[in-house]
């Protein structure tokens, strides 16, 4: 039985490494062409065209969204089906952090001796949190922030959303066993 949950949690950690990768490139395509073409042409007044930290923002929101409601929908799941176990979330999350944070790490080690088009594209994977960029300028800062803030965010959604449906499922046995 021990195997089976560890091979369960391991797939779960797969898949939600990889969600969050899948996610954060998304917003990243979706943020510099549909937002973009589509807000910027239709509400000038935010000037996306020439504020990238504005469009930065509603890119970032994009992870923010989708990553809050999966975690919900896995502490509720997790707690319908005796799952729960935020000791391996907050582990998956870590390490998924630690991944996603690694590229711009290698093109800060290797400085000016990279080429020039791998660190803009290596730096354009951190998009959406370039709206952070206000605290500070450096691609390896506003990364991080923007990276903790979202698994901050994943977190709690996760541990919120076990409360609310731990609640609600102890509510609805108390309503069937009257």
């Not at 370039?130 to 991080?144: A, E, F, M, R, T």
Request: glycine share 6%; proline share 4%.
């Amino acid at each position: 039985m021990e195997e089976r949950d560890s091979l369960r949690t391991m797939l779960y950690g797969l898949a939600r490494f990889g969600l969050f990768w899948l996610i954060n490139i998304f917003a990243l395509i979706i943020g510099k062409t549909a937002i973009l073409g589509i807000v910027g042409t239709f509400v000038p007044k935010l000037a996306l065209y020439d504020n990238p930290e504005t469009l930065s923002f509603l890119s970032w929101l994009i992870p923010f969204w989708l990553l809050t409601w999966l975690f919900w929908d896995d502490a509720k799941r997790h707690t319908a089906y005796g799952l729960y176990n935020p000791t391996a979330v907050a582990i998956i999350l870590l390490l998924t952090g630690i991944v996603y944070y690694v590229p711009i790490l290698v093109v800060n080690e290797l400085g000016s001796s990279s080429d020039p088009r791998v660190t803009a594209a290596v730096t354009s994977i951190y998009f959406p949190s370039l709206w952070l960029s206000k605290i500070n300028d450096d691609p390896q800062v506003y990364g991080l922030i923007g990276l903790i803030l979202l698994i901050v965010i994943c977190m709690l959604s996760y541990l919120v959303g076990h409360k609310y449906y731990a609640k609600k499922f102890a509510e609805e046995e108390e309503d069937g066993a009257q």
